[in-house]
């Protein structure tokens, strides 16, 4: 099989599709299960899978369509139907049972002739044609004793190109007919089924297909290793599991994705995480291309503010930099909700904010028409990700440390967590003062012989280079002003942000210790960009700080969300333990 086929499983046969098909397992085991109890003697329960581009709607679909197919029991009374992604063709309610009509003589001799005897329908307009229709193939399915299961991909534009009419009957046949099972998939969330004016709202039952997480990541890459004979992704996993977990994240754990991911780490075993994201930009630009082109010039317009700000923004925002009326600008905005591209979040005013839907989409667009300082913001959290995703780096770094210092035998690996010093006499005694220090600090004891091995390093000459040591003794001990103050001369130093690790770690005391007016002063005032390089601890703040900020919370992108869910649990933690 094609790699390529990967990413149309239309393309693949069954016993392909069904091989292939190593993630999504629950969602599948349980809509299989609903089918299998639900012996569809009453109108049954449809179903709507949601989930953006590339997260396995066709695939879903096609997986239960060939599980119904060779499941025996199931097969002698359901009789399932794909309707294919691309149904130009279907604009009204009519034209859907006309399509029906020819797929069921495709797929079942039972209906031989069907399509033949819609000709013979006499009516007086199209909805009497609809009604007529509508109950000829209904007594076609009846009389051939099988329940229809449609699986109908891109259900959401179907229902988009309905009439209201058209919908209200649609749901008054399916609330009555207890032959006919629809199950769709959106890669949006669709208003006719979450607006209650809609005749849709709540009538499906929603199977949302959410990022991939760590393990189903490495299922996959795993999986797609030992189909292409790669063998190169469990040696990448096991030796650099933060380069596969940053890219998840940033990329947002999409299927399609990572199958980008599996071609890049074939070709190049002991890469970067950048190099492979530039790989990843570049094979995805014709697919984001095409969806620019085929938005009007405004939307294009629009598209471009809202990716540029990367965090969501408001109508009146876009406005003024488009200097367009804000009418027209949500004018805009509510079809470019309705067809899935920009997302709408609800705020505590009337002011809601707007992002792009798909959060990957967002980076491309920053790292192809961005200046040099948008494709800065998204190294830098990349950067981070890597940094963030390595287990547990500055107590692991302690450890060692801790041997170091117990044991003079025992190798230390170069890694530090201090900044480099000159090597003299001196030098070495700060570094072995702050080394004992933080392995008291990591295990929590004897706290006041910290605060003075640190204080005696950071007193001695170059001892203020590696001050942040002396910073986290103080915040540990509740010396809250004295470390305040060692803070803001620790934070206008540019050097200071090369290490990742140490900056996060302070921030997160600092909002331990609910320092947050202060970090958010650090935040606003600083020289150095420290909100976009360190963005996830900005949104932690923001987090804690929601009654004074209610909505700067909800800009926050997807992209950002689990890091930012672990840095205020980590931060909660270290709140109890060093209180």
Request: charged fraction near 30%; hydrophobic fraction near 40%.
């Amino acid at each position: 099989m094609e790699l390529s086929h990967i990413y149309n499983p239309a393309n693949q046969t069954a016993d392909e599709l069904i091989e292939n098909f190593v993630i999504r397992n629950r969602e599948f085991q349980n809509l299989m299960a609903d089918i299998r109890r639900d012996k569809m003697k009453h109108p049954p329960q449809h179903y709507i899978i949601q989930g953006q581009r590339g997260a396995g709607k066709t695939t879903l679909l096609l997986r239960v369509y060939y599980e119904i197919k060779r499941d025996d029991e199931l097969i002698k009374w359901m009789l399932p139907i794909v309707f294919r992604e691309e149904q130009y063709n279907v604009r009204t309610l009519f034209k859907f049972w006309e399509e029906l009509a020819h797929y069921l003589e495709r797929e079942s001799d039972l209906f031989y002739g069907l399509v033949d005897s819609l000709e013979s329908l006499h009516y007086a307009d199209f909805d009497e044609y609809e009604e007529k229709l509508y109950d000829l193939i209904s007594a076609k399915i009846e009389e051939g004793e099988k329940k229809i299961t449609l699986l109908v991909d891109n259900i959401g534009m179907l229902f988009s190109k309905f009439s209201k009419r058209d919908q209200q009957r649609l749901r008054e046949v399916l609330l009555t007919n207890n032959n006919l099972r629809i199950i769709g998939a959106s890669a949006y969330v669709m208003e006719a089924v979450n607006n209650y004016l809609k005749p849709f709202y709540e009538f499906f039952k929603v199977i949302n297909l959410n990022p991939l997480h760590s393990d189903e990541t490495k299922t996959l890459l795993i999986a797609l290793d030992r189909k292409f004979k790669s063998g190169s992704i469990p040696k990448i996993i096991r030796e650099q599991p933060e380069r596969v977990e940053a890219l998840r994240r940033i990329t947002g754990g999409v299927p399609r994705s990572i199958v980008l991911l599996f071609e890049i780490f074939s070709d190049n075993e002991r890469g970067n995480s950048m190099k492979d994201l530039e790989v990843i930009l570049d094979k995805v630009t014709p697919l984001y291309k095409h969806r620019m082109d085929d938005l009007s010039a405004q939307q294009q317009e629009i598209t471009h503010i809202i990716a540029m700000n990367w965090d969501a923004v408001s109508v009146a925002e876009i406005a003024k930099k488009a200097k367009l009326e804000s009418k027209k600008v949500s004018s805009q905005l509510t079809l470019m909700v309705a067809s899935g591209l920009i997302n709408k979040i609800q705020t505590s005013t009337k002011n809601n904010l707007y992002q792009l839907n798909e959060r990957f989409f967002n980076i491309w667009y920053l790292m192809r028409f961005g200046v040099q300082k948008e494709r800065d913001k998204v190294k830098w959290l990349l950067k981070f990700l890597e940094v963030w995703c390595a287990s547990d780096v500055l107590p692991n770094r302690v450890d060692a440390l801790a041997k170091s210092s117990n044991d003079p035998s025992c190798e230390v690996q170069e890694e530090k967590v201090f900044y480099p010093l000159k090597p003299n006499t001196e030098n070495e005694e700060i570094e072995r003062l702050n080394k004992i220090a933080c392995v008291h600090f990591y295990s929590k004891e004897n706290k006041q012989k910290a605060i003075g091995l640190a204080r005696k390093a950071y007193e001695k000459p170059g001892g203020d280079l590696v001050g942040h040591v002396f910073i986290i003794m103080l915040l540990w001990d509740n010396q809250i002003v004295e470390a305040k103050e060692l803070c803001l001369r620790f934070f206008n130093q540019e050097e200071v942000y090369e290490d990742i690790s140490v900056v996060s770690l302070l921030m997160e005391l600092l909002m331990a210790k609910k320092q947050f007016h202060f970090l958010l002063k650090l935040f606003k005032e600083n020289n150095f960009d420290i909100k976009d390089r360190f963005k996830a601890h900005y949104y932690v703040l923001m987090h804690f700080m929601r009654k004074d900020f209610p909505n700067e919370y909800l800009k926050m992108g997807g992209e950002l969300k689990q890091t930012v869910e672990e840095i205020i649990a980590k931060t909660e933690k270290m709140a109890i333990d060093y209180e």
